[in-house]
């Protein structure tokens, strides 16, 4: 394979000139991601250097550890769409949590094949046609690393995920065309909005209340942006023999976090000893339900919403900010375990889970 050297005076008609977000798709599987926004993928292969007595430069600089080629992506909100493709029967909380299907071999979500398709130059990928004649990035037996949801003011609620492989190919792209044609409407939303995203939380004794998040010292918090997510750290098991893993498999045990940054508006009275005590009858540390609605825009969307839902979720501890010139602000960060993913929302005493809201 020859890299193309700069050629001034090349004014040939039929060659591309470059490849823009208009031209490309993303795939997982044959499944097209949706709203997707940027695409970012790289590969390195670690080298060690062979030196010997008696000689000052290298003799020979060898491959011994496993390459690796990272993916990650960001989409835009809508419903759980693109969750069903990523995480399979862990989109649908009412039955299953989170790692229900990536922790499943025999699920196509265990290990997941990407390709990003290329149309030719000037034509929208999502027009209908096949693109097979143009070669296509293809990432095969990738594993999802991390997933996150963001939401603040002013911007579109968008979701993170990152994934490895050992593998990296570029070929055909026949058959893959977009499983819906976008025929936009500009009466029908086809993104969540800032403004439909709803807290709301509750602990053993008290019932769930919206627009409500577990605060030690202060009663009015005004949410400026959340972030949930997930990391999914990944173990290669390797062999004498095999130049490549013969598996990568999960790093038990995994925790799902929320980072909530809020402005101040009105302090209570309370105390770090709600949390921690001060003798060993108190009944501290409380779990609590938390729950974060991106609801659908209205009725007539296309679009369903999404829910991120916490159980038994612990307060790792608030930092609070205050200087001349900004609103006095805090950062509100819990955590909770995640489980195996067997038990639906309803029936779980802790973890994560995800649904249509």
Known sequence: MAIRTANTLDSSSNMRKRVIYQSEALFSGSSNIQRVQSVNYSFTVPRTDVNQYGQLGQIERIITEVPTVSLDFTYHLNGTTNELILLGDGAKGASNGFMRDLNNPAKPQYEQDFLIGLSN?????????????????????????????????????????????????????????????????????????????????????????????????????????????????????????DKFEFARVITFPIQATMSVEGIISRQAASKLEDIVGTSSGDATDPGYSIDIVCEKANAQSAVDGLKLMFRDAKIEGHSISSSIGANKSVTLDYSVQVDGGGIGVANAKNGFFISVA
């Open 121 to 241: 130059e000037g034509t929208d990928f999502n027009n209908g046609d096949v693109h097979g004649t143009n070669a296509a990035i293809k990432i095969p037996k990738g594993f999802l690393t991390s997933y996150s949801w963001t939401g603040a003011v002013g911007d579109v609620p968008s979701s993170t995920v990152n994934a490895e492989s050992t593998r990296f190919e570029v070929g055909s792209g026949a058959g893959y065309t977009p499983s819906t044609v976008n025929s936009l409407n500009v009466d029908v939303p086809v993104v969540l909005r800032p403004g439909n995203i709803k807290f709301r939380s509750s602990d053993s004794a008290t019932p769930s209340a919206e627009n409500d998040l577990p605060v030690l010292g202060f009663d009015i918090v005004h949410v400026q942006s959340f972030t949930t997510s997930i990391d999914i750290p990944r173990e290669s098991i390797q062999r004498l023999g």
